[in-house]
């Protein structure tokens, strides 16, 4: 059975029937609300002596535009929106399980408040605070150049948190500290400096939001074990299970936006992925699998019940469209 799944289509439904005490972490990247559209453009440059740019000794580059990415970010009501999905995150944690949620400045304080009600003010662990360092300057204002991630362990006195798995960061004064410890480094604070995905590096996808691998593996080795379960119910451009994947994790993700599949699509190409309420390019055509009609909402086994993956909970398990 395949290590990663992923869902296509509304969230909500999707969790109301996932199993209880399932997910040993999740990393949830929700809408900002930024009350705008946002949206990515994919370039490309190509060798052109006619061409709009000019690169290193002066050669010419055509530029190609490859394609925009675009989802609407803008709710009336954004407490209403996300308050059932984080009730449902907290039921579908294990009891050691750790909820890790990406936002920004515009929303942060709302969701907190929330976050406290719906697992109480003692599981607030962290604030963690990513600063980059990238983009434009206001001129009327400080720039926002940061995201805020808040943790909360369903029990506050039961969770995973292996320091000694997360990457090491250099001293800001290594001469005051001595060879030894600036060769070694130090563990981060609640304060993580990191770049941005690089508009031309290799691990952007083109998506309008991708985070990047450095904060979510950071996440994913401190706060669970090799083979535990991870699940992204706003999974975007998939990065948790690139992570997932790469550190030896499971992991489920679910997201609505036929661009962030096809996105997914290309980010795990020759990667054993269950597919769920979406058909893959590549299988376009042909018959669709039974367990590829499951679509997010309509979910049933054929026995009416869901099943065990590697002796848990799955999800995942043989079943049908049903009409509601």
């Known amino acids: 059975m395949s290590d990663l799944e992923i869902y296509f289509g509304d969230n909500l439904p999707v969790l109301r029937r996932l199993p209880a005490d399932l997910a040993d972490l999740i990393y949830i990247d929700p809408p900002f609300n930024t009350g705008k559209a946002q949206s990515r453009t ?36 954004y407490p ?3 308050e059932p999905r984080l009730v449902e995150a907290r039921r579908i944690l ?4 750790s909820l890790f949620l990406h936002i920004d400045y515009r929303e942060v ?29 206001s001129k009327t204002r400080w720039p926002a150049k940061h995201d805020n991630i808040l943790w909360y362990a369903r ?17 800001m004064a290594p ?35 991708q985070k990047p691998r450095g904060i979510i593996d950071r996440i994913v080795k401190v706060h ?16 948790l299970g690139e992570a997932a994947a790469a550190l030896g994790r499971r992991c489920i993700l679910v997201d609505n936006n036929p661009e962030a599949m096809r996105v997914m699509e290309r980010r795990f190409d020759g990667v054993d992925v269950a ?44 079943c049908r469209a049903v009409d509601r």
């Open 42 to 77: 994919r370039l490309s440059t190509v060798r052109d002596e006619d061409g709009d740019r000019t690169g290193f000794g002066g050669r010419r580059y055509k530029t190609v535009r490859l394609g925009t990415g675009k989802y609407e970010d803008a709710f009336d009501d």
């Open 80 to 82: 209403g929106f996300i």
């Open 94 to 97: 294990k009891p050691n399980g």
């Open 109 to 137: 304080h709302y969701v907190k408040i929330l976050l406290d009600k719906i697992f109480g003010r003692a599981s607030f662990q962290n604030e963690i605070i990513w600063a980059y360092d990238y983009g434009g300057r």
């Open 155 to 171: 029990d506050p006195g039961d969770y995973q948190f292996h320091i000694e798995e997360c990457d090491r960061i250099p001293y």
């Open 175 to 209: 001469g005051l500290v001595g060879p030894e410890k600036a060769a070694r480094g130090k563990a981060p604070t609640d304060t993580w400096w990191h770049t941005i995905v690089s508009p031309n590096g290799k691990e952007k996808t083109g998506y309008p939001t």
């Open 224 to 239: 669970s074990r090799p083979g535990d379960l991870l699940l992204d119910f706003f999974a975007g451009s998939g990065t």
């Open 275 to 318: 597919w769920r309420g979406w058909v893959s390019e590549g299988r376009r055509g042909g018959s669709i699998p039974g367990d590829l009609t499951c679509a997010p909402g309509v979910l049933e086994r054929k026995d009416g019940m869901l099943g065990a993956m590697s002796g848990r909970h799955d999800p995942m398990s043989p």
